[in-house]
């Protein structure tokens, strides 16, 4: 965590300002100075945070930074407490600061739990579900947003709610060129923090979406692709998100569409409906299930069905053990999967003042990879009222102002 973010993140409880306690810090030589959300330091060299705390004088609560990555969730879990241990004497120093003491959403903990473990069986492979980096690039670039040319240039930052293990964040940076702050309720963040500790334009943080640790209408993109449906409600899930997208700014969604599901034909048609209905029995057990449990059923699982996935997938060279693991963790482990149709999801966007909706393009997904794209992708705008107007252009006068002091 660069000293920088500390300017964009707030209290997910109050929303009020933090205060920076650094218990390890790192100096990185050679940065761009230039880049958003760097904070330099005498020397050429970028500070940035390795374990230490964000303190709420508000709340009077503590917020853990561990591996480079904040933890800004409101509730308590088991890693607070280690970090507590791991840190006593530096938190012995803050006697009147407690650890979050909020509820989680219904679900949260399994939520966590079991994205948690599947993305540590995968962490930063080749692969990121089928695709590989350029395929992501790809998919980013030509389907999903479409900027096959170049990016609108008002999108300066981008909040990536559901980041995985953080390459799908890389690569929205290197299509855009804007600051990339990647929320995610797993711990598996805390293994990538290292891994891109000299990338300042990416900030990862482990968070709640229900209680993002941002103000509202901050950024110029909201973007979410195959997570919103995995908490215990798609659309209060969208309205959360939905927040803090700045007027004018632009709101991305991709979830799984139930026409998907039951439109296609043919043998194809008829294993993807036994797919899904023997999720719907085998998801509630193995979510619900003891962790070893759940792991021992999906090696099970892995081990006789891998060599059909290999025979599927767009790089069977790099496919291994591991990524048919991980597959079958998303598809039976996830507390929630909910389906939803395109009428549902267009109405949710017109209903918070979302125009100019765009969908993804299936015909560039089949030129791309050779297949059929399923799911619904819708990027959005928000309408821009004329106070909102007035009031950015107030605040670029007064940014203007200071830096000119």
Known sequence: MTAGVLLKLRCPC????????????????????????????????????????LLCNRCRIWYPIASYVPVMLV?????????ARTHAQEIARLP????????PKPGEHSVQATFTEQWNTLQNDDLSFSYSREDLENLHRKVLLKWSTAPPPDVRNILNVGVGFGVESEVLHKISGAEIYALD????????????REKPFLHLIV?????????????????????????YDTRQAFNSIARFVRDDGRLFIWIDAIEDIFARRGIR???TKALYFSSLVVRPVLSRAPSLLRSVAIWVISLLLHPLMVARELHPGKWSLKNTNHHFR?????????????????EWYETLGFNDLRLHSPLMFRRLFGRSLFG???LGRRMATEDSVESRSSLQEEAVGVNAH
């Open 14 to 53: 109050c929303r009020g300002g933090l205060e920076l306690r650094a218990f390890a810090e790192d100096y990185l030589k050679g940065v761009d100075q230039d880049q958003p959300g760097t904070s330099p330091v005498p020397s050429g060299r970028l500070r940035i945070i390795r374990e230490g705390v």
């Open 75 to 83: 509730f308590q879990t088991p890693f607070h407490k280690t970090f």
């Open 96 to 103: 009147n600061y407690n650890i979050p003491a909020g509820q």
């Open 185 to 196: 309720l797993n711990f598996s963040l805390l293994g990538s923090g290292p891994l891109f």
């Open 207 to 231: 968070g709640s979406l229900f209680d993002p640790p941002f103000a509202e209408k901050s950024f110029d993109l909201v973007y979410s692709q195959g997570v919103l449906m995995h908490t």
């Open 269 to 271: 048609g008829l294993l």
């Open 330 to 346: 998303d598809y039976f482990t996830p507390r929630y999967v909910h389906m939803h149709t395109f009428n549902e999801v267009v």
């Open 376 to 378: 619904i992708g819708i």
